[in-house]
């Protein structure tokens, strides 16, 4: 049987070895602190230039706010009533002018499933100067107004479309009715 017996006084430790694998590893935390570090220096300048330009947006959107209260304010006064009804007549016809049933028909060309017949069409301006349909149509079933419904809501032009009111006749035909907001071929391309 072999003991080993060390008669040194200071026993022989592989120090270098210690050190090769913790330098590394000490080496590599700190990398890694320095990356975390610049990355975080580098987020909040870029955070504190969006909150800069979204204070800016913000004033900008006070003070034309200020700007809407200040000619609401100007209209309302008695002497101006006259030029305030003519300025609404005048948009609403002009809005109204700008509805196009061409382009109405041609998108909703490109939303009707096969089975399905409109019956009327009845657009509408809303206070926001938005144009609402309300769309009639009948069907053997329910299924092609579900299915008209989904392919409004695919398209650019109609928005929050919504099943209203449905009927069916002695016949079983369904009638539903549909309501959806509608964004003409210009509104889109000015960017709303």
């Known amino acids: 049987m072999k003991i080993g017996v060390n008669l040194a006084s200071r ?8 050190y090769r694998q913790w330098g590394t590893a000490l080496g590599l935390v700190i990398l890694f602190t320095g990356l975390m570090l610049f990355l975080s220096v580098q987020h909040y300048l870029n955070s504190r230039k969006e909150w800069a330009s979204a204070r800016q947006a913000q004033e900008k959107l006070a003070e034309l706010q ?6 609401q304010q100007i ?21 109204r002018k700008s509805f196009s049933w061409t382009r109405l028909m041609e998108d909703m060309e490109r939303v009707m499933p096969a089975g399905i017949r409109v019956t009327a069409i009845a657009p509408e301006i809303d206070a926001r100067n938005r144009f609402l349909l309300k769309v009639q149509v009948q069907a053997q ?42 964004l003409p071929h210009t509104a889109i391309e000015g960017g709303e």
């Open 66 to 71: 200020r700007e809407q209260a200040q000619a």
């Open 141 to 182: 079933s329910r299924e092609p107004a579900v299915q008209l419904l989904r392919n409004m809501e695919k398209s650019p032009h109609f928005r929050s479309p919504q099943l209203g009111q449905e009927t069916q006749d002695k016949e079983g035909v369904v009638k539903s009715d549909i309501i959806t907001s509608y």
């Open 11 to 18: 026993p022989y430790q592989d120090e270098g070895r210690f």
């Open 75 to 95: 209209l309302a006064r008695p002497e101006n009533r006259g030029t305030r009804d003519k300025s609404q007549f005048l948009n609403s016809a002009i809005l």
